[in-house]
């Protein structure tokens, strides 16, 4: 199972840009990435995904066009960039890991707020 730490949160303005990054232990041949938040009082919210080998990308209606995830091999590492924040936005951010053939996310990381001020 891969360990997740994501990084990157904060507090910005809205109409700001953040860019979080998660940092994975272990090879993630075949993985599918996510980003997901959750928001006080809300369910978890699905916001992007990336399959590891080819760099597909797909992302919730919610953040199309504002958000941008990305892989770096050699890092490890996917980020998500997130331009033109909104108050909305607030929440925590998590990184999931979902093993081939799983079908779920299975490894998650602890998560790191980001708060958007209007």
């Known amino acids: 199972q891969v360990q997740l730490v994501e990084s990157g949160g904060g507090l910005v303005q809205a109409g700001d840009s953040l860019r979080l990054s998660c940092a994975a232990s272990?090879?993630?041949?075949?993985?599918?990435m996510g980003w997901f938040r959750q928001a006080p009082g809300k369910e978890r919210e699905f916001l992007a995904a990336i399959t590891w080998n080819s760099g597909s990308s797909y992302y919730a209606d919610s953040v199309k066009g504002r958000f941008t995830i990305s892989k770096d091999n050699a890092k490890n590492t996917v980020d998500l960039q997130m331009n033109s924040l909104k108050f909305e936005d607030t929440a925590v951010y998590y990184c999931a890991a979902q093993a081939p053939g799983m079908g779920r996310y299975g490894s998650w990381g602890q998560g790191t707020q980001v708060t958007v001020s209007s």
């Open positions: 272990g090879g993630l041949f075949s993985y599918i």
